[in-house]
C-alpha cells in the first residue's frame, strides 16, 4: 500500500535511508530537515509517500517542483529497504511520484544521481523505467564524482 508520509514516520525513512548505503551521513541528516520542513508547510509543490505492508515501511520517495521552471517536477530522494530491493517496490513509487505529479499537472520529471561506478545499477533503474540520460556535469560532487541528470516527459 503506498500512502502519504507523516510525522510519525520520519524516524524510520532516516533509518531507511542510512541503511541503502548511497547516501553521505550529511544527505541523511539533510533529508530530517527536507521532512521538517514539508510537514511544518505543507503546499501542493512537494509530495512524499511511503509504501507499508503488514506495518512496516519498507521505501518511500519525495518529490517536489522547480520553483523557476513550467511544472517541472523532481525526484529529490527515493530510497527503498535493501532486504526489499529487487522485488519492485522502488518501480512502483517511481511510477506513483509520475502519476502524482502528472495529476498536479507536471509536464516533465527530473532525477540526479551520481556518476561513480557504486551507481550503476541506480543509474539502470532509471532507463528501465523510461528515463533518458539527458546531461553528465563532470566532477560536480567532487573530483571523479559527477552528477547524472535523468530526464522523462509526463505529458503531451
Not at 545499477?121 to 532507463?127: E, G, S
Request: proline share 4%; with cysteine; aromatic share 12%.
Amino acid at each position: 500500500m503506498i500512502r502519504p508520509t507523516t510525522p510519525a514516520d520520519t524516524d524510520r525513512l532516516i533509518e531507511l535511508t542510512a541503511a541503502t548505503g548511497f547516501f553521505h551521513p550529511h544527505e541523511v541528516e539533510t533529508l530530517g530537515g527536507v521532512l521538517a520542513d514539508y510537514f511544518a508547510a505543507a503546499s501542493d509543490d512537494h509530495a512524499c509517500y511511503v509504501t507499508e505492508a503488514d506495518g512496516r515501511i519498507g521505501g518511500y520517495v519525495y518529490i517536489g517542483t522547480e520553483e523557476m521552471s513550467d511544472r517541472t517536477w523532481y525526484v529529490w530522494w527515493i530510497a527503498v529497504d535493501p532486504a526489499g530491493q529487487g522485488k519492485g517496490t522502488g518501480r512502483e513509487l517511481l511510477r506513483f511520484a509520475e502519476d502524482e505529479a502528472r495529476r498536479r499537472g507536471g509536464r516533465v520529471m527530473f532525477i540526479e544521481t551520481s556518476g561513480l561506478p557504486v551507481y550503476e545499477p541506480t543509474r539502470r533503474f532509471y532507463l528501465k523505467n523510461g528515463y533518458h540520460q539527458e546531461a553528465v556535469l563532470r566532477d560536480y560532487y567532487r573530483d571523479g564524482d559527477d552528477l547524472v541528470v535523468f530526464r522523462k516527459r509526463l505529458s503531451g
